[in-house]
C-alpha cells in the first residue's frame, strides 16, 4: 500500500456512509462466494476531532450487545489500525456513531457490513487515498476479531458490491462475478439464535470424495450461469450438499420453507452464511416477494416471527449518505 502525504488539515469535518448486507456463500460455494443486497446494512457516521485517537461515540441498534471500547469493537478497531499504519493515529482525532440497521447473529453479515462502513468512511474522510483493494485486508481482520475466523466471503461483496469469488485465502485474491440483471434475493430472518462459531462446529473437517465433486461441479456450474445469463443453469448449481445438511438441524421449518420457496417458483433456496437466514434466489422482484410472503406466513402458523428482505443484487457496496440534521 503506497499513499502520498495526508495533509490531515484537509480531512473533512464530517461523513456518513452506509454499507450493504451480504448472502455468504451463495449456498454452494461455503467461505468463497457472496453477494451484497441493497438493505438491510449498517450505517457508521465519522467526525474529525481536536483530539488524537478514535473514540465510538454511540452505537444504535445493538440492544447494548457490542462494546463502546475502541480497541475491541470492530469498526473501531480496524480504523484504528489504518491509521497506525498510515502514521496518522497520534495526529488525527476519530470520533464513531454506528447505526444497526440489522439484526446481529442473522447470518447476514453484520459485522462485516460495520467494519466495511468504518473503513469507507475513514478512507472517504482521509479523501479516498486508497482504493478498495487496499481496504480489504483490514476488513478482513475486521472479520477475524469479530468471529474468530478471518475470511472475505462477507466483507469483500459487502466492499466491492456484486457477486464475489474468494479464489485465494492465504494470499487474498476476490474476483468480482457479473450479475444478471434480473437476479434478486428474498431473504427471512427468523427470530432465532444460531451464533456463528456454533454453526462452524458443526461443520465436517472431513467431507466423502463425491460430495466434494458435486459441490465442485455446482460451484463451477454457478460460475458459468452468472457469465452466461443462464438463470437454469444458476437455479440447478445452487444446491448444497456439503453444510446445509448439518446447519439446517439449527433453523426451524428449514425444509417446510424451503418447500414452499422452490414451489412458488425461485430458482433456488438455501442458508444465508452460517444462517438463520434463509435466502431465496428467484428471477425477479415478484417472485422474490411472494416466496417471502408466503414463507412469512407460515412462520406465523408455527409462531415464530421473522423479518423479510427482498432486494436485487447491490452492485454498488457502500455508499456515502448526505446528513440529515
Known sequence: MRVNNIDINKVLDKVR???????ANMICGFDVLGFAVDHPGDEVKMYKSD????????????????????????????????LTDLCLVDKLGIEIELIKHMPIGSGLGSSSASTVAGLFAINTLLGSPLSKDDLMPYCVE?????????????????LMGGVTLIRGQHELDVIKLPVP?????????????????????????????????????????????????????????MIDVLIEPTRAILIPEFYEMKRIALENGALSFGISGSGPSVVAISRGEVIARTVTEKIKSHLLEKEIDSYQYVSAVNVDGPKVLPFND
Open 51 to 82: 483530539i488524537p485517537g478514535v473514540r465510538i461515540r454511540s452505537i444504535q441498534g445493538d440492544d447494548g450487545r457490542l462494546p463502546l471500547d475502541a480497541d475491541k469493537n470492530t469498526v473501531s478497531a480496524c480504523v484504528k489500525m489504518l
Open 17 to 23: 456512509v452506509f454499507a450493504p448486507a451480504t448472502v
Open 142 to 158: 475486521g472479520e477475524r476479531l469479530a468471529c474468530g475466523h478471518g475470511h472475505a466471503d462477507n466483507v469483500a461483496p459487502a
Open 181 to 237: 440483471s434480473e437476479l434478486f434475493a428474498g431473504i427471512v430472518f427468523p427470530d432465532v439464535d444460531v451464533p456463528t462459531r456454533d454453526a462452524r462446529q458443526l461443520i465436517k473437517d472431513k467431507v466423502q470424495l463425491k460430495d466434494a465433486v458435486i459441490q465442485w461441479g455446482n460451484v463451477g456450474g454457478l460460475v458459468a450461469g452468472l457469465f452466461q445469463n443462464d438463470y437454469d443453469l444458476i437455479g440447478r448449481s
